[in-house]
């Protein structure tokens, strides 16, 4: 049988939520942001390790306790400059310690509403894919395409349409395999292993697992944290 692994990318700045501060270390309900990913994917049972990847020169992960996660967590400072780029230097960091048929969980820092629900899920519909998959929904707003002036250029057709989330489960060799080979930037594991020609599972995700992008964003994360309660 399989082992699953969650890696979670945490290199980068966060440069449009703006401060000096990196978004993965922001203050939501006084603990960082990335501790709530941590916290739900180390309550997992079927996880076996839960690898964050730092940036090289980064000293505010020590500035927390996480001694609570220490029986799964462990830490890899090799993230890259890109998103992509991280995952891709975790994945070979972790290479004797995952098998090639072993599944890989890949989940943002910056998404504090993932819940067991969720995680169950994912892990029980992918779990016998062929190809793997991701958290998702489906787009319900109207789409507008914007020209050079930020005026309305046509209306896109919504029907099939899925707002990607995280995490994305696939398969450790297949997912290895999919980011070695790339020859340009991918915003995300599922794009990658669409260039190889494979298609990745859409299971059902929720709302309240959005990403933390923008100052406002932290207000919103904080309500559904806190079950609603400011």
Same mark, same amino acid.
């Given at each position: 049988?399989?082992?699953?692994?969650?890696?979670?990318?945490?290199?980068?700045?966060?440069?449009?939520?703006?401060?000096?501060?990196?978004k993965?270390?922001?203050?939501?309900?006084?603990?960082?942001?990335?501790?709530?990913?941590?916290?739900t994917?180390?309550?997992?049972?079927?996880?076996? @390790? %839960?690898?964050?990847? !730092?940036? *090289?020169?980064?000293?505010?992960?020590?500035?927390? /306790? +996480?001694? #609570?996660?220490?029986?799964?967590?462990?830490?890899?400072?090799?993230?890259?400059?890109?998103?992509?780029? @991280? %995952?891709?230097?975790? !994945?070979? *960091?972790?290479?004797?310690?995952?098998?090639?048929? /072993? +599944?890989? #969980?890949?989940?943002?820092?910056?998404?504090?509403?993932?819940n067991?629900?969720?995680?169950?899920?994912?892990? %029980?519909?992918?779990?016998?894919?062929?190809?793997?998959?991701?958290?998702?929904?489906?787009?319900?707003?109207?789409?507008?395409?914007?020209?050079?002036?930020?005026?309305?250029?046509?209306?896109?057709?919504?029907?099939?349409?899925?707002?990607?989330?995280?995490?994305?489960?696939?398969?450790?060799?297949?997912?290895?395999?999919?980011?070695?080979?790339?020859?340009?930037?991918?915003?995300?594991?599922?794009?990658?292993?669409?260039?190889?020609?494979?298609?990745?599972?859409?299971?059902?995700?929720?709302?309240?697992?959005?990403?933390?992008?923008?100052?406002?964003?932290?207000?919103?994360?904080?309500?559904?944290?806190?079950?609603?309660?400011?």
């Amino acid at each position: 049988m399989p082992n699953y692994y969650a890696l979670i990318p945490a290199a980068g700045s966060g440069s449009r939520i703006g401060g000096e501060t990196p978004k993965q270390y922001l203050s939501v309900l006084g603990r960082p942001l990335i501790h709530y990913a941590v916290a739900t994917l180390c309550a997992c049972p079927q996880i076996v @390790s %839960v690898y964050v990847v !730092l940036a *090289a020169g980064d000293t505010l992960w020590q500035s927390f /306790d +996480w001694s #609570l996660f220490s029986a799964k967590l462990k830490v890899l400072h090799c993230g890259g400059a890109e998103r992509f780029e @991280s %995952v891709r230097n975790g !994945l070979d *960091a972790i290479r004797d310690e995952v098998g090639f048929e /072993d +599944w890989v #969980l890949v989940h943002d820092a910056a998404r504090p509403g993932l819940n067991s629900e969720l995680l169950e899920r994912l892990i %029980v519909e992918v779990g016998n894919d062929p190809f793997g998959g991701l958290l998702a929904v489906p787009v319900a707003d109207t789409l507008k395409r914007a020209d050079a002036d930020n005026r309305v250029q046509r209306t896109e057709p919504r029907t099939g349409l899925w707002q990607a989330q995280t995490p994305q489960m696939f398969r450790y060799g297949l997912l290895q395999r999919a980011l070695s080979l790339l020859d340009g930037e991918v915003t995300d594991e599922a794009q990658a292993v669409e260039k190889l020609g494979f298609q990745a599972k859409l299971v059902a995700g929720d709302m309240t697992n959005f990403k933390v992008t923008y100052p406002q964003d932290v207000k919103l994360a904080e309500l559904i944290l806190s079950g609603g309660k400011s």
